[in-house]
């Protein structure tokens, strides 16, 4: 088992950035964070897998950058240019590694391990 722990949300006015942290206790794979705004339904962020390869979502593409530090068992997520319509509860999510499992992973069922989600909140 897996525990996935994520840090760095809080309250930003548009126009802001953010940092989202996710500790994971072990070697992971593929990891993604995926997002639930209020009565929304959870949809899929950002992708990055154990080789490097990274996906977006159209809606934050351009604006959110992932990044891994394979060392310290973190995955990033830099939110920048902040809107109101990404305020959600976002939440780290991590498949098991495995070395030849390389494919971009965006629907919720691919991910093992997630975390308890942290709150973003962006103001107009």
């Known amino acids: 088992q897996v525990l996935l722990v994520e840090s760095g949300g809080g309250l930003v006015q548009a126009g802001g950035s953010l940092r989202l942290s996710c500790t994971t206790s072990g070697r992971t794979g593929t990891m993604g964070w995926f997002r639930r705004a209020p009565g929304k339904e959870r949809e899929f962020v950002a992708a990055l897998t154990w080789s490097g390869g990274r996906y977006y979502a159209d809606s934050v593409k351009g604006r959110y950058t992932i990044s891994r530090d394979n060392a310290k068992n973190t995955v990033y997520l830099q939110m920048n240019s902040l809107k109101p319509e990404d305020t959600a509860v976002y939440f780290c999510?991590?498949?098991?590694?495995?070395?030849?499992?390389?494919?971009?992973?965006?629907?919720?069922?691919?991910?093992?391990?997630w975390g308890q989600g942290t709150q973003v909140t962006v103001s107009s």
């Open positions: 999510a991590a498949r098991r590694f495995d070395s030849l499992d390389m494919r971009i992973r965006t629907m919720q069922e691919d991910y093992t391990y």
